[in-house]
């Protein structure tokens, strides 16, 4: 999944591809990270996994050689995959072996990413809820007040089954 060892100019879409190769899962999160430092640019939410790729178009995000992409399956909450890693580039530099299969796909979408990877970050681009009905029942989950009640409660149970054992 996505690059492999590839350069990405600031300035310019890429294409990231993928296989669909594990069942019952119909869409990921595309996250973008960087070993050398904290926190995660959130690329794109609910990506069906059927379309093999997306175009992401690169806008001040820090050069370095240390990006990779995370593909996390929404449904579960688990790792789907891990690109390869690969190097973002300043704008004023050129790439030398950037692959001609990173070329856009006229047919799919372009999300732009901005910025430093940090824990504040939001999404670029949200797709609509799919076909999975647990998809559809996270997305109704995204505001704010409902997912405190959800996680409040979740910590209230926690707890509670700790303070029954000691």
């Known amino acids: 999944m996505g690059p492999s060892g590839d350069q990405w100019p600031q300035g310019q879409a890429h294409s990231t591809t993928w ?37 992401i178009y690169l806008d001040s995000v820090p050069p370095g050689d240390d990006y990779y992409f995370v593909f996390l399956n929404v449904t579960h909450g688990g790792v789907y995959s891990i690109s390869e890693r690969f190097t973002i580039l300043d704008s004023s530099s050129t790439s030398a072996n950037s692959s001609a299969q990173l070329a856009p796909d006229a047919s ?33 989950l995204a505001d704010g007040r409902t997912t405190m009640v959800i996680a409040s409660a979740l910590v209230s149970a926690a707890l509670g089954g700790v303070m029954l054992v000691l």
Do not use: C, M, Y
């Open 108 to 140: 799919k979408p372009t999300v732009t990413v901005t910025g430093a990877p940090g824990p504040l970050q939001t999404w670029g681009t949200t797709f609509g809820p799919q076909a999975a009905g647990a998809v559809a029942l996270w997305s109704g």
């Open 19 to 55: 296989k669909h190769a594990v069942d019952n899962i119909d869409v990921v999160d595309v996250e973008l990270a960087r070993i050398g430092s904290s926190g995660l640019l959130f690329v794109s939410r609910e990506v069906p996994t059927s379309w093999g790729s997306l175009n």
